[in-house]
């Protein structure tokens, strides 16, 4: 694979902002399922996480 064959599969995010994407979503998760504290965040798009697309 070429490497804008890489990057048009993979994108480019910035490696820092995916992880931090990626703690927060599953700690809403586990926060709405075991401590029964509702946020936004899994409601829907988020202003905070624009990279996130929610597929219905």
Known sequence: MTSQQ???MIGTLDPARA???QQAYPLAFFDLHLRHRRGHLLD???AAFP?????P
């Open 44 to 46: 829907g798009p988020s």
């Open 6 to 8: 890489i990057q048009d």
């Open 19 to 21: 992880v931090r994407i």
């Open 51 to 55: 990279e996130v697309k929610f597929i």
